[in-house]
């Protein structure tokens, strides 16, 4: 489940930091509206993946569920709010997703040896870049 469910906790932060724009906004309307259809989304997902492919498929299912979520609530985000998210983001975003489809991809065929030199490859560009952001707050 959690192999399969990483690539969409990516898009459910992505895809919250939008929504809360629309509580922001004081939009309860179209913001009820999308919780409840995403919730809607959710309860299908989970019932045909559960029954097609077992918890794995639970996995699967919360990855869809939030990457469908990120598109409803990003249409919303650009066309109701005139908003559009950063390029900066949407590469982040990117990198991340593509990052998590080949762990969790090469998790189920070879085991944690790819995403774990992944992992050490990563760990210090990411402390490195934190570190150096937190530094130029500082100096502001």
Request: glycine share 8%; with cysteine; charged share 10%.
């Amino acid at each position: 489940f959690i192999v399969s469910a990483v690539v969409g906790t990516i898009f459910r932060a992505i895809s919250w930091c939008m929504a809360y724009v629309i509580l922001a906004r004081g939009d309860g309307k179209i913001y009820l509206l999308t919780e409840s259809t995403s919730a809607i989304i959710c309860i299908i997902l989970n019932i045909v993946a559960y029954n097609i492919w077992g918890l794995d498929g639970l996995g699967y299912a919360y990855a869809v569920w939030y990457m469908i979520y990120a598109l409803i609530i990003g249409v919303i985000y650009h066309y109701r709010y005139k908003l559009n998210l950063g390029k900066g983001i949407i590469r982040l975003s990117m990198l991340a997703t593509l990052i998590a489809l080949i762990c969790s991809i090469s998790y189920t065929l070879w085991g944690w040896i790819i995403p774990a030199i992944i992992g050490i490859v990563i760990l210090p560009i990411a402390i490195k870049r934190i570190l150096r952001k937190k530094a130029l707050r500082v100096q502001h």
